[in-house]
């Protein structure tokens, strides 16, 4: 989850719009790995049936966590907070539609 505080702050510090979706698509590849990372380490039993529908969980909370984590914060506390988004996610995904 290295870089997650540059785009991060990129993406605070541009009105542009065009620059703010191609930090979200450049974020989103760049962010790829550690999504399936963990999802095949904290729900290995979905990772193949629900793969898309967790990936897509994760993509959202790394988009979540361009908009609202600060950007003042340590490089650390960024990945802490995204990550803990990403789980966040995925865990109500599986509450809500794996029996």
Do not use: W
């Not at 930090?23 to 979905?46: A, G, N, R, S, V």
């Not at 898309?52 to 600060?70: F, I, N, R, W």
């Amino acid at each position: 989850m290295n870089d997650m505080k540059q785009m991060i702050e990129q993406f605070h510090q541009t009105e542009d719009v065009y620059q703010k979706e191609k930090i979200k698509k450049d974020t989103l590849e760049t962010m790829q790995d550690d999504i399936e990372k963990i999802l095949k380490e904290k729900y290995p039993e979905y990772s193949e049936k629900h793969k898309d529908d967790l990936m897509c969980e994760g993509y959202m909370a790394v988009l979540e966590s361009l908009e609202t984590v600060s950007p003042d914060l340590e490089e650390k506390e960024i990945v802490r907070q995204t990550k803990e988004k990403i789980e966040c996610n995925m865990q109500g995904y599986v509450e809500a539609f794996v029996d």
